[in-house]
């Protein structure tokens, strides 16, 4: 039975009594935890699965977090991260130095958290003083005849260095590194003679360079503090050097040592730690993306790294990036990314994610339990300490909680985009700030609900306009054979907006069966056609015994030029050609959405709450009479957040809303007759179309 549904079941009115506060500010004291730890309220299972995969400490165990935008993916993850990160112990630092037994190739060493730094101001001052005194060093060394006055000093100053390195446990200082160092330099000065140059130079300025200083510096690559936990870092914008370092470059004329050019990318600063990407910023680099996966899948496979010059195609430091070590590095990757660019690239790229055993799903949507909404407010409360905006009242908590049921079209159930309810709270804030009110209120956040449809309408008002000014004809008013309104869903983003089209059908004798013109002209989409091939089957179904139906029947969406798509119009397709066959007029200011199956059964559809809004407004627009509503299916009762204005305009009788369970239901509604009585003046005209096609076209005989 088709059923009229009240004013009270057309949304979910979240009760303001289950709330224990007058406004928001009582929250912060009640709970003072953050705002993310709310949202993980939320996400429970997700933190569960986070959580745990960041207490594995092997290798290996990466994680995945597959969410949509806006469902605090980052936020929530680099919150749990930084948790996890303060149980673990401080990294190490990494230090480039110069190796003097092998022609200056990089030597990679680690050292404990702020040694690093220690070295590098050692080795500066130790290079400060030695440049001061070499002069004198030298004249020394001449005068005497014997390096011993220079090697004294250089034992002192070592000596220094290594007492400096308070970090560093004594038998971990790199005792070798310091004696190739003093042997390089003694060396280097007891085969050097003073000589004069013909414009008398010294070849002593020539020595009192970077290119012979430079090599006893030490280039601290990454930098931690002894005081600091394991490091977490987020990069927002991945690229090749971002993530795996470079060389940085150099003029012909520089005399910087290439060792000293060496810079860190974000996975050797992340060693000992965690890494957060996002999966879209690596595929949406069209020139390096392959790139980056490619050398990405291959760390994590080796557990290694090779700065690489990855700036130029220039084959300057060549010579260095061949000589480079493999510097281990232990990092845990947190990548995210949405479901379907997930299972993109697994079907590209399988063996990429077996490298990320730790899968973390965030819900698009949660149960409206008292404790979800409870998080939600202290949410809110948290958000608008955040933003030093003003406090929300419990009636706009409510009303912001219904809105949040509205982004997902469910009674039952709560969106998790936190992002857009943050931007709705700040929205109804700068609304409360208008009116100079102290608290935001109800009125403000439908306010602020109103300002934003205002913002996205143009296109809605503009095809609304058309109908009114009858360019698309829409008749909202009295009967008629054949046609139909059926309401489409047009999502441009923001401009999300439900519009009536028209449906209309003719029969005629032949033995096509159901023709739709859209697809006879290739503007239909394949879930259209699936639709329409199901209302054929529940056609000939209906009427068995008079198969095969001698029966052509035409469909088409009228002034449609874009192209349709999705089954949601079938039920409207069906009563069209039923009133077509039957003779039986339909009512043209009932609206029907409803996608049906084989055995006449009516299915949910998307879209619902912004389909009749969009009908409403023109029904409006054109003059409200009392006849005019939609007729829906019983199966999506529990999507209705329809908005005031509809549900007032129900409460006056200007306008009706009504489900239906089967296509039984609909044509009952639509036309006042049972779908018995339609279906024996059909076979009447199927009967006759028989007849017609006997007498023109004579079987011949076998």
């Known amino acids: 039975m088709q059923k009229i549904l009240t004013p009270q079941e057309l949304t979910l009115n979240v009760a303001r009594q289950q709330f224990n506060f007058a406004d928001t500010s009582a929250l912060i004291a009640e709970a003072p935890d953050s705002a993310q730890y709310q949202a993980w309220v939320a996400q429970a299972e997700a933190k569960k699965a986070a959580e745990f995969g ?24 680099l919150s749990v991260m930084h948790e996890a990160a303060k149980k673990w112990p401080a990294a190490c630092d990494l230090v480039a130095l110069y190796q003097f037994e092998a022609s200056g190739k990089p030597l990679f060493i680690k050292l404990p958290a ?27 060394k001449v005068q005497q005849n014997s390096i011993t006055p220079l090697q004294t000093f250089i034992d002192e100053q070592l000596n220094t260095v290594k007492a400096s390195l308070t970090l560093i446990e004594p038998d971990k200082i790199p005792a070798h590194y310091f004696s190739t160092l003093q042997k390089d330099i003694l060396e280097t000065l007891e085969t050097w003679q003073p000589t004069t140059g013909p414009e008398g130079e010294s070849n002593l300025e020539a020595l009192m360079s970077e290119s012979f200083f430079g090599r006893y510096r030490a280039n601290v690559l990454v ?11 987020y990069d927002n914008d991945p690229s090749l050097q971002s993530l795996f370092g470079g060389i940085e470059g150099a003029s012909e004329a520089s005399n910087i040592p290439d060792f000293m050019r060496l810079r860190a990318g974000n996975l050797m600063r992340a060693d000992g730690g965690t890494l957060l990407l996002h999966l879209r910023d690596i595929l949406a680099d069209e020139q390096n993306g392959a790139h980056i996966l490619e050398k990405l899948h291959r760390f994590l496979r080796n557990g290694t790294l090779q700065i690489e010059d990855l700036s130029s195609s220039s084959n300057q430091g060549s010579s260095l990036i061949s000589a480079q070590a493999a510097i281990p590095v232990s990092v845990k990757i947190v990548l995210i990314t949405t479901r379907e660019d997930y299972y993109e690239l697994l079907g590209v790229k399988p063996d990429f994610f077996d490298y990320f055993p730790i899968k973390i799903e965030f819900a698009d949507q949660v149960k409206a339990s008292a404790e979800n909404y409870a998080a939600y407010a202290s949410f809110i409360a948290h958000k608008c300490q955040q933003h030093h905006c003003r406090h929300v009242t419990a009636d706009a908590v409510a009303a912001l909680l219904q809105a949040m049921h509205r982004l997902i079209e469910d009674q039952t159930r709560l969106s998790t985009k936190f992002a857009v309810l943050e931007k709705l709270l700040l929205e109804s804030a700068a609304a409360a700030s208008l009116r100079g009110a102290e608290l935001v209120t109800i009125e403000d956040v439908k306010s602020a609900i109103q300002r934003k449809y205002a913002r996205h309408s143009y296109i809605e008002a503009h095809m609304r306009d058309s109908i009114v000014d009858k360019e698309l004809i829409i008749s909202v008013h009295g009967d ?24 209309s059908a003719n029969c005629y004798p032949g033995s096509r069966g159901v023709l739709t013109i859209d697809r006879e002209v290739k503007m239909s989409g394949p879930t259209h056609d699936k639709g329409v091939m199901i209302l054929q089957s529940w056609l ?3 009427f068995a015994h008079l198969n095969p139906l001698n029966l052509t029947a035409s469909l088409v969406f009228e002034q449609e030029y874009s ?13 069209a050609l039923l009133s ?70 129900v409460e006056q009788g200007q306008f009706h809303i009504a489900t239906m369970n089967n296509v039984a ?18 076979e009447v005209v199927l009967k006759d179309f028989k007849i017609i096609l006997e007498t023109n076209f004579p079987k011949r005989p076998a």
């Open 54 to 77: 960041l207490s594995i400490q092997q290798t290996g165990f990466n994680l995945l977090a597959l969410g949509e935008p806006g469902s605090g993916r980052t936020t929530l993850m």
């Open 114 to 140: 702020g040694a690093g730094t220690q070295l590098k101001q050692a080795l500066d001052t130790f290079v400060r003083v030695f440049a001061k005194e070499l002069a004198s060093l030298l004249d020394a």
């Open 223 to 233: 930098e931690h503090h002894a005081t600091q936990h394991a490091p977490v870092l």
């Open 480 to 503: 008629c054979i054949g046609q139909i309104n059926g309401l489409t869903h047009i999502d441009l983003s923001e401009a999300s907006f439900g519009s009536p089209v028209r449906i």
């Open 540 to 542: 000939h179904t209906n």
């Open 563 to 575: 192209g349709v798509d999705g089954d949601s119009a079938s039920c409207a397709e069906l009563f």
């Open 580 to 649: 077509s066959l039957a003779q039986v007029p339909i009512k043209q200011g009932i609206a029907v959405t409803g996608a049906m199956n084989q055995h006449g059964e009516v299915l949910p559809v998307g879209g619902l709450n912004e389909k009749i809004e969009g009908y409403f407004r023109v029904c409006k627009e054109i003059g409200l009479d009392g006849n005019q509503g939609v007729l829906m299916p019983e199966r999506n009762m529990r999507h209705l957040m329809l908005s005031d204005e509809v549900i007032q305009a």
């Open 665 to 682: 239901d609909g044509i009952q509604y639509l036309t006042g007759h049972s779908l018995q009585s339609v279906n024996v003046m059909a």
